[in-house]
């Protein structure tokens, strides 16, 4: 099997599928440990790119049902955050086909510098109280751009993505974590079907590796969103900021 020749490998990719289901469900960060792995298996950068995004639209899919079961998936503004998420993934999408993907790496470390600073200085700003009242995205202007810019950063890259969703959803827009992550899932199968298709019209997607991934998003998603119905909104923000705090590092060491 092309990419799949060495048994340990698929089993660390399976692995890998079930780590980043469980932490993109609940914060972000999953990409940037798959898209390492698809890479040793001999993809090119683009490649493992649109390859990754398979496994993501597994994810998502799944992590919305999961969420819609437990009724934390607030359909009726999906339609409205859709219209800019989905404008920006077009033209992220297109970008990345011809692009490296690298050249966005200085806007995902920024933002996830930011939100740390944030998160430990002056956290409500960016974790709404537990009841707040969210707010309507046509009251908020900044929300809206920062949907567009989310939607265009996923088309591109992928990876990270969803910490710049809980940016907006959470720290703009004040959903609470778990509506805030069932909805980023949404935005994000939205925008990922948007960017598969163009990945797959420039030929760039191995769909064995992607599928194998994806198997163990499956089991890393019904964990995470059983975990995040059990605990408090507190613990939900602490496992958020570790995992700011890791992916900021982990991109610091590697640049």
């Given at each position: 099997m092309e990419y799949l020749g060495d048994p340990w490998l698929v089993a660390a990719?399976?692995?890998s599928g079930v780590i980043a289901g469980f932490i993109n469900t609940l914060a972000g960060g999953g990409g940037l440990l798959i898209l390492p792995l698809?890479?040793?298996?001999?993809?090119?950068p683009a490649l493992a790119n649109g390859?990754?995004?398979?496994?993501?639209?597994?994810?998502?899919?799944?992590?919305?049902?999961?969420f819609h079961r437990h009724g934390s998936v607030p359909f009726k503004v999906l339609?409205?955050?859709?219209?800019?998420?989905?404008?920006?993934?077009?033209?992220?999408?297109?970008?990345?086909?011809?692009?490296p993907t690298t050249i966005l790496k200085p806007v995902l470390l920024t933002t996830l510098v930011v939100m740390a600073v944030i998160m430990v200085v002056r956290p409500s700003t960016l974790m709404p109280e537990e009841g707040e009242t969210p707010k309507a995205l046509a009251s908020t202007p900044a929300?809206?751009?920062?949907?567009?810019l989310t939607g265009a950063y996923g088309g591109f890259a992928q990876a990270g993505v969803g910490f710049l969703a809980i940016a907006v959803l959470a720290g703009?827009?004040?959903?609470?974590?778990?509506?805030?992550?069932?909805?980023?899932?949404?935005?994000?199968?939205?925008?990922t079907i948007l960017a598969l298709v163009v990945f797959v019209?420039?030929?760039?997607?191995?769909?064995?590796?992607g599928l194998v991934v994806g198997l163990g998003t499956l089991l890393g998603v019904r964990l995470a969103v059983g975990f995040a119905h059990r605990v408090s909104g507190g613990w939900l923000k602490g496992m958020l900021l570790i995992m700011?705090?890791?992916?900021?590092?982990?991109?610091?060491?590697?640049?």
């Open positions: 990719l399976l692995g698809l890479m040793l298996s001999g993809m090119g390859t990754m995004r398979v496994a993501v639209l597994i994810q998502c899919v799944e992590g919305v049902r999961q339609p409205g955050i859709l219209i800019p998420t989905l404008s920006g993934a077009l033209i992220g999408a297109v970008a990345a086909s011809f692009l929300a809206w751009l920062g949907l567009f703009q827009l004040r959903y609470d974590l778990r509506r805030t992550n069932a909805l980023k899932l949404a935005m994000t199968a939205s925008f019209w420039r030929g760039q997607v191995a769909w064995l590796p700011v705090l890791v992916t900021c590092s982990a991109a610091f060491l590697k640049g």
